[in-house]
């Protein structure tokens, strides 16, 4: 029986049963692994760029499912697959930035699959504001601990799976850094992960003013740190903004 770090449990748990399901940077290979053990998907390809990962996966394979052959493909992001291919692709433990040149390389390639479950080690929000300009939607963003720290896993769906469109309203960087969809989700582990931004906020100001003789409130460094820390209280249930 395979059990699954909590991090990528969230991720197994918002795969509809019968979705086929492609693993970018699958590593081990444990996610797929446990989708065809549950009996969740109908096809599961697991892929990477790496030889020596990819290896892990095949080895895994071998030792849980001596008598499946499973679809191990070596390459990089979206090239391994076929438009259309599968209903849903996992990107998980791979840089923000990355994310995005992947999804970016060939982006009608990347607008033919039904939705995506990313979980950018950093950069989430330059990836959302990447995702919100292309017409995808973020539907829910979970955080969740993972070795002392707090990751942000988004099911995201393409265009044409929710009537979206391109969207063209002017959003500011603090609100795709920190996303409204956290203040509807607001559970312990959501509260933690912006407290402990706050408070780091916090800090970088307080030892930009003590590394000075005087405050200078007009400075752009701290008016941006004091910006965060007004969304951050915001979407923590303080004050409300306009």
Not at 83 to 104: F, K, R, W
Not at 124 to 148: C, Q
Not at 223 to 237: A, K, P, Q, T, V
């Amino acid at each position: 029986m395979i059990i699954l770090t909590e991090r990528l449990q969230t991720i197994a748990d918002n795969i509809e049963i019968g979705e086929r399901v492609a693993d970018i940077g699958t590593d081990h290979g444990y996610l797929p692994l446990y989708l065809f053990e549950k009996n969740i998907s109908t096809k599961v390809i697991m892929a990477d760029v790496s030889n020596g990962s990819l290896l892990k996966a095949k080895e895994n394979c071998a030792r849980l499912f001596p008598d499946k052959e499973f679809d191990l493909r070596l390459g990089d992001g979206l090239d391994v697959l076929e438009n259309g291919e599968v209903d849903t692709v996992v990107m998980a433990g791979i840089g923000g930035l990355l994310t995005i040149d992947i999804l970016d390389w060939d982006i009608s390639k990347s607008l033919s699959y039904k939705k995506y479950i990313l979980q950018p080690r950093n950069n989430g929000g330059e990836l959302r504001r990447y995702l919100y300009e292309h017409g995808f939607k973020v539907s829910k963003l979970i955080i969740v601990p993972e070795n002392k720290r707090l990751c942000e896993i988004m099911v995201v769906y393409s265009p044409e799976n929710y009537g979206g469109k391109i969207n063209s309203r002017e959003i500011s960087d603090y609100e795709f850094e920190f996303p409204d969809i956290l203040k509807d989700s607001c559970d312990n582990n959501v509260k933690n992960y912006l407290q402990g931004i706050k408070e780091l906020e916090e800090r970088i100001i307080h030892n930009i003013i003590v590394g000075r003789e005087e405050e200078q409130e007009e400075d752009p460094s701290i008016l941006d740190h004091r910006c965060r820390i007004e969304r951050l209280d915001y979407l923590l249930g303080g004050n409300r903004e306009d």
